[in-house]
């Protein structure tokens, strides 16, 4: 019974240290190659893309909020989480992971994935699927994102104007 238990607490330590390795991995690529910056809007009411869905290879993908979050383990740091609906408007069964969606910033700076509870699942035909996508905030919006699906390597991408802000700080002000 107690090593259950143990196995099952390490198990779960093996988990998030995965995850948590990979953003790091996949955050920390040199983003130079990667294609062009965020333009700067000067009306920052505008909602840019946020509530449009875009098709990618058969996957009807939406971000339908897009919200500035506390980080968790560090202090002064913010979270931006992406509310994502996905369709699935093939025949066939698809795969959705915000593993395939990158963000940059308005410096055109590649966030780092923060490992929440992320979108990731095998999706039914004519299935829909909500989830989120979490990136460590650095610099400032608008951010761009985007979704390639490495199979097609098709991608389509996304401008984020308004964050809303869930922080304390917000709720101080």
């Given at each position: 019974?107690?090593?259950?238990?143990?196995?099952?607490?390490?198990?779960?330590?093996?988990?998030?240290?995965?995850?948590?390795?990979?953003?790091?991995?996949?955050?920390?690529?040199?983003?130079?190659?990667?294609?062009?910056?965020?333009?700067?809007?000067?009306?920052?009411?505008?909602?840019?893309?946020?509530?449009?869905?875009?098709?990618?290879?058969?996957?009807?993908?939406?971000?339908?909020?897009?919200?500035?979050?506390?980080?968790?383990?560090?202090?002064?740091?913010?979270?931006?989480?992406?509310?994502?609906?996905?369709t699935n408007k093939t025949a066939e069964e698809k795969f959705v992971d915000v593993f395939e969606m990158s963000?940059?910033?308005?410096?055109?700076?590649?966030?780092?994935?923060?490992?929440?509870?992320?979108?990731?699942?095998?999706?039914?035909?004519?299935?829909?699927?909500?989830?989120?996508?979490?990136?460590?905030?650095?610099?400032k919006g608008p951010y761009k994102v985007q979704y390639e699906n490495t199979e097609t390597k098709d991608k389509q991408e996304w401008i984020i104007n308004k964050v809303k802000?869930?922080?304390?700080?917000?709720?101080?002000?």
């Open positions: 019974m107690i090593l259950k238990r143990r196995f099952r607490g390490i198990w779960i330590c093996i988990l998030t240290l995965t995850i948590f390795l990979t953003g790091c991995i996949s955050g920390g690529k040199d983003t130079k190659d990667e294609p062009g910056g965020v333009p700067k809007q000067t009306d920052s009411t505008a909602k840019g893309d946020v509530g449009q869905d875009k098709d990618i290879s058969g996957i009807s993908i939406g971000i339908e909020k897009a919200l500035k979050l506390e980080h968790p383990d560090q202090k002064g740091k913010k979270v931006l989480q992406l509310q994502l609906k996905a963000v940059w910033n308005q410096e055109d700076k590649k966030l780092r994935i923060y490992p929440g509870d992320n979108l990731g699942t095998k999706l039914a035909p004519g299935k829909s699927v909500k989830g989120n996508g979490y990136y460590v905030i650095e610099g802000d869930m922080t304390v700080d917000s709720s101080e002000k």
